[in-house]
């Protein structure tokens, strides 16, 4: 008997050793599983588990680096814990866009002595706070901040300025038109400036951005590498950045070697900036550009500019030939390898030999495109939409078929027009639904035949011919697929009214339907995916195909699919949702949209869902069903929802959502309004940035800026 009970307990200690012991791997394994795991929890609680995990917990290379721009649930008690325990540890800080933190909480960030990074964007930072936080910091050398109504550079100490002079990078966000610390930071070689100032303030005057005039101090750029500026909408924005570029007018720097200003609308060019440009087609080389279209629209400034070896252009909107790319900026076609990024979106005559008496509609040369094809053969960005780019009915020469050549691609956005086989497009007249007219709102009664519900039905249809599957089939590490009608235009602009009216889609793109949907699931490692105004969607049965291959999927934005008074893609849409574990950004914008108990239910299956946003004029929504998601979505920190319901139902919801669930989510952010309010840009500008211009605002993403521009 004791020999049998001898045996039992050898078989279980067997088994036992036969297991999986996580502390049992080495620690190098341990390290890299780790640093999965936010930093906050890492120091605060998983340290406190075991004795090796406590010493792992604090390594160099785990607490070097410190991220919590994404980290929703850390609050100000955890942050001030955190600095106390590693502050000397850490080297890098990130707090872009903790905007729920209270500003009391920049007070810990002097316990960490040794930054060389700081990151504050979306944080709100007083001057008086600034200068004695950046007192402490004698090491930084990289800062990141938002210049906010009330700040007063005067009150920088003298031991601020100090470090301030030794910072090289410099990201600053303007709401208010000031220099901000630029002046005192005279070592600046990178400046990233993102203008956010309003033309009128919440009282309803009118600002001016010569309020800038009265400081005596002016920028120092004689080390500038790098000069970056995005202009949000409105003309305060281009008054002050030509203050900024009017010191560089009269110096350009010698070690320039990045220029980049993004402007929405017109931005005309003044003497200033033509002897700015002049300078720098003579003194400099340049591997990244970017200038507003006034800029560059018949002008033979690209002609003179010299290159080095480029790694980034942006022609956004500009009215630039196919002739002209490839002879003033390819180089009449030589080598490019160097070139990673290409932004040509609303470029409408980019793949023509010339624009002058060519219609937008017209065919491509597809001669052009395999140059750029051959030339820039590195590219990892490429962004062609807001265009109708239609290819002839010649053999080998669709532009899908051309792209399939660029194996590194990344990220890729295209218009609708330009994605459909010619044949198809030809053959196939417009169907019926997409060409009723929108009435007031009214559901028109319109026949629809029974389609294949079956995930591959439609989609093997085209397999064989398709181009635009054969595309999907050959760019297997696609990241970011953009597909947007050329005429789309979001409901909800940034400062203006919400648009009630949009344009048809192009007629080319009648034809884009499930069967191109579904050639998308073929990308296995997908993660962000927008699709705009793709008319023939009739059953959404490729949205399906996506849910179940794309289980990287993390942002999906679907506008305006199929017809505009019914959402016909909803119940494919609802089966998609059930297999999006990894969805954390969700945007929906189509005229009717039913938010109801059905769609929020499939809802709650992404289970990693952190932010929501629904954009329906006429839509309408049940208050039950979203507290009810909400409940049972406990990583849901972001709500935006822009319907048809009334003040009164939106208001109401909003405040049961705040009240529920506020204290749990110290990050929740809720807005309910009805989209045709008078006072919606007043509740937007409310918006956090960071949701703001991630997720709310539509608009094409892909090499919208370099890549790595910040850290």
Known sequence: MLRCGEEVVSEESEEESNGVNLMEFSDEILLHILSYVPCTDLVLNVRRTCRKLATLCLDKSLTHT????????????????????????????????????????????????????????????????????????????????????????????????????????LKQTLYTPSYGVVPCCTSLEKLLLYFEILDRSREGFMLSGQLMVGESNVPH?????????????????????????????????????????????????TGATKNL?????????????????????????????KFNNPFYFSFSRCTLSGGHLIQRVINGGKDLKSLTSLNLSGCVHCLAPESLFRKAEDDIDSSIL?????????????NLSAAHHHSSESIGNHLCQLLSRLKHLLSLALPVCSITDVAASVEKPPTTPNLVPQTFGKKVRIGIPTYPRNLGDQANQKIESSVFWALMGSLRFLE?????????????????????????????????????????SQLTYLQSLTLAQLPNILTGSGLVSIGLQCQHLRTLSLA????????????????????????????????????????????????????????SRSGTLQSDAVMSFMASCLEVIMCHMFMGESLTVCKNLQQSIVRSFQAERPALNVVIFPLLHEDLTEVIRDVPMRHLDEITLFKSRVAEEPPNLWW
């Open 66 to 169: 410190v991220l919590l721009q994404k980290d929703y649930k850390v609050n100000k008690d955890k942050v001030k814990q955190l600095m106390r325990d590693i502050g000397k540890e850490i080297y890098q800080l990130n707090m872009a866009g903790c905007y729920w933190l209270p500003s009391s909480t920049i007070d810990h960030v002097t316990r960490c002595k040794n930054l060389v990074k700081l990151n504050l964007s979306g944080c709100h930072v007083t001057s008086l706070r600034l200068s004695k936080m950046l007192s402490t910091l004698q090491h930084l050398r990289s800062l990141a901040i938002d210049v906010n109504p009330g700040f007063d550079a005067s009150q920088l100490s003298s031991e601020c300025k100090a470090t301030l002079s030794r910072v090289s990078e």
């Open 221 to 269: 750029y004689q080390n500038l590498r790098i000069f970056y500026a995005r202009l949000a909408p409105g003309y305060v924005n281009q008054e002050v950045v030509r203050l900024y570029l009017a010191v560089l007018s009269d110096r350009t720097p010698e070690n320039l070697h990045a220029f980049l200003i993004s402007a929405p609308g017109s931005f005309a060019e």
């Open 277 to 305: 440009l002049d300078s720098m087609a003579r003194n400099v080389r340049l591997d990244a550009l970017q200038l507003p279209k006034a800029w560059i629209n018949g002008s033979g400034l690209l002609q003179h500019l």
């Open 370 to 382: 395999e140059s750029l094809v051959v030339s820039c053969c590195n590219l990892r960005h490429l």
């Open 480 to 520: 970011t697929l953009e597909i947007i009608g050329s005429s789309f235009s979001s409901a909800m602009p940034r400062n203006e009214p919400a648009i009630r009216n949009s344009l048809p889609p192009c007629v080319r793109a009648q034809s884009v339907g499930d069967s191109e949907v579904a050639a998308i």
């Open 560 to 615: 305006n699919l199929g017809m505009m008074g019914k959402v016909v893609y909803m119940s494919a849409l609802m089966d998609m949702l059930k297999h999006c574990r990894c969805l954390r950004d969700l945007r929906l914008e189509q005229p009717y949209f039913c938010a109801g108990a059905q769609f929020f239910q499939a809802l709650s299956h992404c289970s990693s869902l952190q932010r929501l946003c629904i954009v």
